[in-house]
């Protein structure tokens, strides 16, 4: 079956590091998106891409950094991790303007 | 201001209520509405979309889109436990979807 996948599901790490974290889809989707998910902002886009080699920055980019040079991954770089970088990270892929399919989130640590 | 504003709540209702979620937003760009569930943990997942004004249903699920009002909405019928979770109202044009923050639902057996 076809699934997107994130890689790590946790993550500790220290500030100023750079970090990033992997999501792979095997739906053959054009979209792929970033997300962070904090409590009481609901779920906020950080980049998007509509296929190989494009990428776009969504509402809270500031920070974070993306590439795609394949179909199926597209992941996510914080560049100096910060505190205010602490979340969950949702990767999601969609093909149409209907359904888009979730990853199972990476819940991250800045400390 | 945000582009969707929904109520987290939480709402806690007895099982065999009636449950109802709304949102609003202020971008009248959007071209679809979604509502999407979300158990504890896990990512989101696409309960019901919609492009028009007016009624779907899916079973004990109806999402309600009032476009000249900017409003959405989401009752869920015959509520049970499993039903238990959040719910994130979607709304997008251009392939991108701006969220609501979500309202945590839990019903009680």
């Known amino acids: 079956d076809a699934e997107i996948t994130q890689s790590p599901r946790h993550k500790i790490t220290e500030t100023g590091r750079q970090v990033t974290l992997a999501c792979h889809q095997t739906?053959?989707?054009?979209?792929m998106f970033w997300y962070r998910q904090d409590l009481g902002h609901g779920l906020r886009l950080i980049h998007y891409?509509?296929?190989?080699?494009?990428?776009n920055k969504g509402e809270v980019s500031d920070g974070y950094s993306v590439s795609r040079s394949n179909t199926e991954d597209l992941p996510l770089t914080l560049e100096s991790a910060a505190s205010s970088q602490t979340s969950v990270y949702f990767c999601a892929s969609s093909t149409s303007n209907t359904e888009a399919f979730f990853g199972q989130g990476t819940r991250l640590t800045v400390v | 201001q945000k582009e969707v504003e929904q109520d987290p709540g939480p709402l806690s209702v007895p099982e065999g209520a009636i449950v109802s979620l709304n949102c609003t937003y202020s971008n009248s760009a959007f071209q679809y509405f979604m509502w999407y569930r979300q158990y504890s943990r896990k990512g989101p997942e696409l309960l019901m979309y919609?492009?028009?004004?007016g009624n779907k249903e899916d079973g004990r699920f109806t999402a309600q889109v009032d476009k000249s009002s900017k409003y959405i909405s989401l009752f869920i019928r015959d509520s049970q436990p499993s039903d238990s979770a959040t719910y994130l109202c979607a709304m997008g044009n251009d392939y991108k979807l701006s969220f609501g923050a979500g309202t945590t639902v839990t019903v009680r057996a």
């Open positions: 919609t492009y028009s004004s």
């Open positions: 739906w053959n989707h054009n979209n």
């Open positions: 891409s509509y296929g190989v080699q494009d990428t």
